[in-house]
């Protein structure tokens, strides 16, 4: 935890708020907040004593009032504390930490001439679509805000070039985790003495790339300013392994998560880490490998369930390529593009003008690279399914109420999905390890947000929780 930089207090309407106020704010969120000394959270971004040019930039960025989780986010950011967040892909996560610590690092850069040197905050992200995304985001809330500069360190780009930028006084950057402990090693000239803030931003994916060993080298030699560091970690899901990291390296954290709260013994354990998000309608179906395809056409062809974008999941990058063009081949008139890591950096830009001006309305892509992908889609179809529940939750994670309302428009035949995202997932035996706790999270969801299951899922239920599972044929 750092000392309170900015001098944050809350405004006059949020010390009026009563703990009952407070309580029933966050009920009607779904947002459960545990730690001591919890702030209050805002109501209006106008109660936090913002710059007034990055006030005036929040808005012109369609930042009007504050979405859930930035409520409580930006007012314990902005106290200087701890945080761990968990909420679903698209729930403003990205924003809910960016305010404060662009806060802070402005008040920072105020300092007389030369009494600190930047970077003032460090934001580790998984991948470098991602690191892109949020730097251009912050960019747009600090324009025009003297002093207020930004550098990306991601690989395929030059490092020297990214080293140079370092050494302009910066005052946050952007970094994967293997660019910065190559930066640790290549130039141990830059100094990180005053990185007050550090960010892990889908903390989890960076573990599941296999960047577990560079984000706990960089905890490890990142210098601690003499006053403290505020540390935030954000994630859609919080393994053990992640909570182990917690422990270690934050001090007196709050943990904000937003989504529902399951009391029902035999599910909890699963749901406490796994529920997806409450705004996406779960569609399972039990299709064996060879007949995937034909099912898959089959969706797409239909125009009561093809409700692009449509986001397809595979397992290998090969398979994105080739199901790309068989889809564009079996599919008349339904253009599909493919999006995976060997594909260039210019290349993938180009692929998501594509899908978001809706000349591409399908894009097929692997896991774990989508995790970094800034599109808003309205349906998600897991051609292979995920290889854990915490994958699949991340994939789910992508489906966007907004643009599902959108591709809803007209549409008279088809589930009534009541304005919530799709996912519909493949499986059958080849997921045989994890078949039992997917089941059983399903099942605990209900049926307001999972369709009937098949069969095969069914007996699973029923072996596990000795009561009958979501039995009834889903209606075209």
Do not use: W
């Given at each position: 935890?750092?000392?309170?930089?900015?001098?944050?207090?809350?405004?006059?309407?949020?010390?009026?708020?009563?703990?009952?106020?407070?309580?029933?704010?966050?009920?009607?969120?779904?947002?459960?907040?545990?730690?001591?000394h919890i702030p209050r959270p805002i109501m209006s971004f106008e109660d936090c004593s913002l710059p007034d040019k990055m006030l005036s930039n929040l808005k012109d960025n369609g930042y009007i009032h504050p979405r859930g989780v930035q409520m409580q986010a930006v007012s314990a950011g902005l106290y200087g504390r701890d945080m761990i967040i968990s909420a679903e892909t698209g729930a403003g996560k990205t924003a809910g930490f960016l305010i404060p610590i662009l806060v802070h690092?402005?008040?920072?850069?105020?300092?007389?001439?030369?009494?600190?040197?930047?970077?003032?905050?460090?934001?580790?992200?998984?991948?470098?679509?991602?690191?892109?995304?949020?730097?251009?985001?912050?960019?747009?809330?600090?324009?025009?805000?003297?002093?207020?500069?930004?550098?990306?360190l991601v690989g395929g780009q030059a490092m020297a070039n990214q080293a140079h930028r370092l050494?302009?006084?910066?005052?946050?950057?952007?970094?994967?985790?293997?660019?910065?402990?190559?930066?640790?090693?290549?130039?141990?000239?830059?100094?990180?003495?005053?990185?007050?803030?550090?960010?892990?931003?889908?903390?989890?994916?960076?573990?599941?790339?296999?960047?577990?060993?560079?984000?706990?080298?960089?905890?490890?030699?990142?210098?601690?300013?003499?006053?403290?560091r505020q540390t935030i970690v954000s994630s859609a899901?919080?393994?053990?392994?992640?909570?182990?990291?917690?422990?270690?390296?934050?001090?007196?954290?709050?943990?904000?998560r937003i989504g529902e709260s399951s009391d029902n013994q035999v599910t909890s354990k699963v749901a406490d880490v796994f529920s997806p998000s409450s705004n996406i309608k779960q569609t399972i179906m039990w299709v064996e490998n060879e007949s995937k395809k034909k099912q898959l056409f089959s969706l797409l062809k239909d125009p009561a369930y093809f409700r692009p974008p449509v986001l397809i999941f595979v397992e290998s990058r090969v398979g994105a390529d080739l199901l790309?063009?068989?889809?564009?081949?079996?599919?008349?008139?339904?253009?599909?593009?493919?999006?995976?890591?060997?594909?260039?950096?210019?290349?993938?830009?180009a692929t998501l003008k594509l899908?978001?001006?809706?000349?591409?309305?399908?894009?097929?892509?692997?896991?774990?690279?989508?995790?970094?992908?800034?599109?808003?889609?309205?349906?998600?179809?897991?051609?292979?399914?995920?290889?854990?529940?915490?994958?699949?939750?991340?994939?789910?994670?992508?489906?966007?109420?907004?643009?599902?309302?959108k591709a809803a428009a007209g549409i008279r035949k088809g589930p009534k999905l009541g304005g919530m995202a799709w996912a519909i997932t493949f499986i059958n035996n080849d997921h045989r390890s994890i078949l039992g706790d997917f089941a059983t999270m399903l099942h605990g969801l209900g049926s307001g947000r999972v369709t009937p299951l098949p069969p095969q899922l069914q007996h699973l239920v029923v072996e596990r929780t000795g009561k009958p599972a979501l039995a009834v044929p889903p209606s075209k």
């Open positions: 935890m750092i000392a309170n930089i900015t001098g944050y207090q809350d405004s006059k309407r949020m010390a009026a708020m009563s703990s009952k106020d407070v309580k029933k704010l966050r009920d009607s969120l779904e947002m459960h907040v545990d730690g001591k690092a402005y008040g920072l850069s105020q300092s007389p001439a030369g009494a600190l040197h930047g970077p003032f905050a460090l934001i580790l992200v998984p991948t470098r679509e991602l690191a892109m995304q949020i730097e251009q985001v912050a960019k747009s809330i600090v324009k025009g805000m003297p002093n207020m500069r930004t550098a990306l050494k302009q006084n910066i005052q946050v950057a952007v970094a994967t985790p293997g660019r910065m402990v190559d930066i640790f090693k290549q130039h141990p000239e830059i100094e990180f003495s005053n990185v007050f803030c550090l960010v892990l931003d889908e903390v989890d994916v960076m573990f599941s790339l296999g960047f577990g060993p560079q984000v706990k080298r960089i905890l490890e030699v990142l210098p601690t300013p003499p006053n403290g899901t919080l393994s053990k392994q992640i909570q182990r990291l917690t422990v270690k390296y934050m001090e007196s954290a709050l943990s904000i790309a063009m068989a889809i564009s081949t079996k599919c008349p008139g339904i253009k599909a593009v493919s999006m995976h890591g060997e594909k260039p950096q210019e290349e993938r830009s899908v978001e001006n809706g000349e591409a309305p399908v894009v097929v892509a692997t896991g774990l690279l989508a995790r970094g992908l800034a599109l808003q889609v309205a349906t998600v179809i897991n051609f292979d399914m995920a290889p854990t529940i915490q994958e699949y939750v991340h994939r789910v994670g992508r489906a966007s109420p907004e643009a599902a309302t």
